[in-house]
């Protein structure tokens, strides 16, 4: 048997002044859920991924040396070459800097249709749980039916009658009915929020109900919503290239992930390349979003707080 | 439980007629003449024959009127502008017989590998065939179809040559488009199923019947399989509706005649008629399959049938 050391038997003195004091350094809400995030390591390769398609949408047509829309008669369809890095396309066009003029079309639509999405859903969920009763129910209703409408016949019709060619018109069609889900969310978390004894302990202290609504629900809706915009950005990005697969979206000379795919799809057998970049692209950012949104989900639960 | 399908069947109706009021007055706000493409260099009187012949003389909410008459009391949803004497109800039929075909070939293939791939990455769980299956998951996720599809077209078509690269008639023509269509339910059934397998494994009743003495066969199958397979009815609806939209690139791609195609051919002849029809057909479709998930669903899980009886 091992000795005990003699030290171990000393007489561990309670300070009356210890008492109040920390142990730990107090972190917050965000600070936690921002370190638990960065144990992750697959969360944040995908944040690094995506860091670097963004950056490469914003200086990647400039690095490249060729303009987007820029026609070169010489050089049609060539391979990946150290001219051109991603090759070029029928009309001779630098596919490298297309790449990244498209991702900043598709991320574009992707963060903002979220976004959208998000602000509009949580103004319409947040009302419904609010006022309950009457209002709850009737606003509800109606979203069970727009949520019933499969959603990209919805989105083509809308883009159809729009003539959507343009981002705006584009993103009106995608976040037309894309809002029901988030307004749900919403709604279920704000009731299930409302019920609990803390903010009936807020209520019966006084507190005013904007700040209850300010210093409680949003805050504690906020991280739901972020997962869900985490999740609903390579959803938008996957349906605009499929407007755009199916010639409703962007128009040339301007283009997207979509578009680009699209145009490539038609000459695959001879020229692979030319979807393989925009393929890769639209792939790599919709993987990173749904495991950054995953990542997100664990870290942002707040009975998962240690 | 019968008050619940009563409630769900009024709901589905009144659904399936918002959806064909928006389509109808949708497609009847675009600006610009529908008859364009041919009434452009006709004589006034022909122009004004044609105009009767497809109602477009009267106000939309007569023409409205007309229309859901028609709908309603003979299935019929008019006829096409673009080609003349083409009745819309009956090219709806014909061609969803062919993406019924690859659609039902693609769910059944999807349900049955994706089920299986589940259960083997749950039993395996973070061993190498659970990251394979996870991985084959993940693609099938992120990669969009129409990527899949042209990667099996060159593969089996270019390289090999042993499948035709485009056309419809043959069981060889449907095998790919059935593969690039079924990828993406492979991927949601297998992630979905090895979680619920993962969930049903730590339940009590599972050692129970482990410290019973139960085999490992029949305690997989009886008592694994059973109770972890039942949830996976609910993603049956969302599923027929991704098969849809999958079958308009797929369709595309591989030159099936089949609805998705006619129904992006017809967006970009902008035929009105004939969109309003295959849009009410998607919907129909689509509004049952979801009215059937719900049903099952309330069947095969009792929480959901004993709440909903009791508001």
Same mark, same amino acid.
């Given at each position: 048997?091992?000795?005990?050391? !003699?030290?171990?038997?000393?007489?561990?003195?309670?300070?009356?002044? #210890?008492?109040?004091?920390?142990?730990?350094?107090?972190?917050?809400?965000?600070?936690?859920? /921002?370190?638990?995030?960065?144990?992750?390591?697959?969360?944040?390769?995908?944040?690094?991924?995506?860091?670097?398609?963004?950056?490469?949408?914003?200086?990647?047509?400039?690095?490249?040396?060729?303009?987007?829309?820029?026609?070169?008669?010489?050089?049609? $369809?060539?391979?990946?070459?150290?001219?051109? /890095?991603?090759?070029?396309? #029928?009309?001779?066009?630098?596919?490298?800097?297309?790449?990244?003029? %498209?991702?900043?079309?598709? *991320?574009?639509?992707?963060?903002?249709?979220?976004?959208?999405?998000?602000?509009?859903?949580?103004?319409?969920?947040?009302?419904?749980?609010?006022?309950?009763? !009457?209002?709850?129910?009737?606003?509800?209703?109606?979203? #069970?039916?727009?949520?019933?409408? +499969?959603?990209?016949?919805?989105?083509?019709?809308?883009?159809?009658?729009?003539?959507?060619?343009?981002?705006?018109?584009?993103?009106?069609?995608?976040?037309?009915?894309?809002?029901?889900?988030?307004?749900?969310?919403?709604?279920?978390?704000?009731?299930?929020? !409302?019920?609990?004894?803390?903010?009936?302990?807020?209520?019966?202290?006084?507190?005013?109900?904007?700040?209850?609504?300010?210093?409680?629900?949003?805050?504690?809706?906020?991280?739901?919503?972020?997962?869900?915009?985490?999740?609903?950005?390579?959803?938008? *990005?996957?349906? #605009?290239?499929? =407007?755009?697969?199916?010639? =409703?979206?962007?128009?040339?000379? $301007?283009?997207?992930?979509?578009?680009?795919?699209?145009?490539?799809?038609?000459?695959?057998?001879?020229?692979?390349?030319?979807?393989?970049?925009?393929?890769?692209?639209?792939?790599?950012?919709?993987?990173?979003?749904?495991?950054?949104?995953?990542?997100?989900?664990?870290?942002?639960?707040?009975?998962?707080?240690? | 439980?019968?008050?619940?399908?009563?409630?769900?069947?009024?709901?589905?109706?009144?659904?399936?007629?918002?959806?064909?009021?928006?389509?109808?007055?949708?497609?009847?706000?675009?600006?610009?003449?529908?008859?364009?493409?041919?009434?452009?260099?006709?004589?006034?009187?022909?122009?004004?024959?044609?105009?009767? !012949?497809?109602? =477009?003389?009267?106000?939309?909410?007569?023409?409205?009127?007309?229309?859901?008459?028609?709908?309603?009391?003979?299935?019929?949803?008019?006829?096409?502008?673009?080609? &003349?004497?083409?009745?819309?109800?009956?090219?709806?039929?014909? $061609?969803?017989?062919?993406?019924?075909?690859?659609?039902?070939?693609?769910?059944?293939?999807?349900?049955?590998?994706?089920?299986?791939?589940?259960?083997?990455?749950?039993?395996?769980?973070?061993?190498?065939?659970?990251?394979?299956?996870?991985?084959?998951?993940?693609?099938?996720?992120?990669?969009?179809?129409?990527?899949?599809?042209?990667?099996?077209?060159?593969?089996?078509?270019?390289?090999?040559?042993?499948? +035709?690269?485009?056309?419809?008639?043959?069981?060889?023509?449907?095998?790919? &488009?059935?593969?690039?269509?079924?990828?993406? &339910?492979?991927?949601?059934?297998?992630?979905?199923?090895?979680?619920?397998? =993962?969930?049903?494994?730590?339940?009590?009743?599972?050692?129970?019947?482990?410290?019973?003495?139960?085999?490992?066969?029949?305690?997989?199958?009886?008592?694994?399989?059973?109770? %972890?397979?039942?949830?996976?009815?609910?993603?049956?609806?969302?599923?027929?509706?991704?098969?849809?939209?999958?079958?308009?690139?797929?369709?595309? *791609?591989?030159?099936?005649?089949?609805?998705?195609?006619?129904?992006?051919?017809?967006?970009?002849?902008?035929?009105?008629?004939?969109?309003?029809?295959?849009?009410?057909?998607?919907? %129909?479709?689509?509004?049952?399959?979801?009215?059937?998930?719900?049903?099952?669903?309330?069947?095969?899980? +009792?929480?959901?049938?004993?709440?909903?009886?009791?508001?």
């Amino acid at each position: 048997m091992e000795a005990i050391p !003699k030290d171990k038997f000393r007489r561990v003195e309670i300070d009356s002044k #210890e008492a109040e004091k920390m142990a730990r350094p107090q972190i917050s809400y965000w600070q936690d859920a /921002w370190r638990r995030l960065k144990t992750n390591k697959v969360a944040i390769l995908s944040l690094i991924i995506l860091s670097l398609i963004i950056i490469m949408s914003i200086i990647g047509p400039i690095i490249s040396g060729y303009e987007y829309e820029e026609v070169d008669p010489k050089s049609l $369809n060539q391979p990946p070459s150290s001219e051109h /890095w991603f090759g070029t396309d #029928e009309l001779g066009r630098d596919l490298f800097s297309r790449v990244w003029q %498209a991702g900043r079309v598709s *991320i574009i639509i992707g963060i903002t249709g979220a976004l959208i999405s998000a602000i509009v859903g949580t103004i319409y969920g947040g009302i419904a749980a609010y006022f309950g009763g !009457k209002v709850d129910n009737i606003m509800m209703r109606i979203v #069970e039916i727009l949520y019933s409408i +499969p959603y990209l016949l919805v989105v083509i019709l809308v883009s159809i009658v729009t003539d959507s060619k343009s981002l705006g018109s584009m993103l009106i069609a995608l976040t037309l009915t894309g809002w029901c889900g988030t307004a749900r969310m919403v709604r279920g978390q704000m009731l299930q929020i !409302k019920s609990q004894e803390y903010i009936m302990a807020a209520e019966t202290l006084g507190v005013k109900p904007s700040k209850i609504i300010i210093r409680h629900l949003i805050p504690n809706v906020l991280n739901v919503l972020i997962v869900s915009i985490s999740f609903s950005i390579p959803n938008y *990005i996957f349906s #605009e290239s499929f =407007l755009s697969f199916i010639g =409703l979206g962007i128009q040339p000379p $301007n283009t997207s992930w979509g578009a680009l795919a699209s145009a490539a799809q038609q000459k695959f057998i001879f020229y692979p390349y030319q979807l393989f970049f925009p393929g890769l692209m639209i792939a790599l950012t919709m993987l990173s979003f749904t495991l950054l949104g995953d990542g997100l989900r664990d870290a942002l639960d707040p009975r998962l707080r240690e | 439980m019968g008050r619940y399908i009563v409630k769900r069947i009024i709901y589905m109706l009144l659904t399936l007629f918002i959806i064909t009021t928006i389509t109808f007055f949708l497609m009847h706000s675009i600006p610009g003449d529908p008859l364009a493409h041919m009434a452009k260099n006709l004589p006034e009187q022909v122009k004004a024959n044609y105009y009767k !012949k497809y109602g =477009l003389d009267q106000p939309v909410i007569v023409q409205y009127g007309k229309f859901l008459k028609n709908v309603f009391t003979e299935g019929n949803l008019g006829e096409s502008l673009r080609y &003349p004497g083409r009745s819309v109800t009956e090219t709806v039929l014909n $061609n969803s017989k062919v993406s019924g075909r690859v659609g039902v070939q693609a769910i059944s293939l999807g349900i049955v590998i994706g089920i299986t791939l589940g259960i083997i990455a749950a039993l395996f769980r973070n061993k190498w065939p659970d990251y394979l299956v996870m991985f084959i998951a993940i693609l099938g996720v992120t990669v969009p179809s129409f990527i899949i599809a042209s990667l099996l077209q060159y593969t089996f078509t270019v390289k090999f040559q042993l499948l +035709p690269t485009t056309g419809w008639g043959d069981m060889k023509h449907t095998i790919l &488009p059935t593969i690039a269509l079924a990828f993406s &339910p492979i991927a949601t059934y297998a992630r979905y199923m090895r979680s619920n397998v =993962l969930e049903v494994i730590n339940q009590d009743y599972i050692l129970t019947a482990q410290a019973k003495g139960v085999g490992t066969f029949s305690l997989i199958t009886k008592h694994i399989l059973r109770n %972890a397979i039942l949830p996976v009815i609910t993603i049956l609806g969302p599923q027929i509706a991704g098969i849809f939209t999958g079958s308009f690139v797929i369709e595309r *791609i591989f030159g099936i005649p089949g609805l998705g195609s006619y129904y992006i051919t017809s967006i970009n002849d902008r035929d009105y008629t004939m969109i309003i029809g295959t849009t009410v057909f998607y919907a %129909a479709i689509f509004v049952v399959a979801q009215l059937v998930t719900d049903i099952l669903y309330g069947i095969v899980d +009792p929480r959901i049938r004993v709440s909903n009886d009791n508001e």
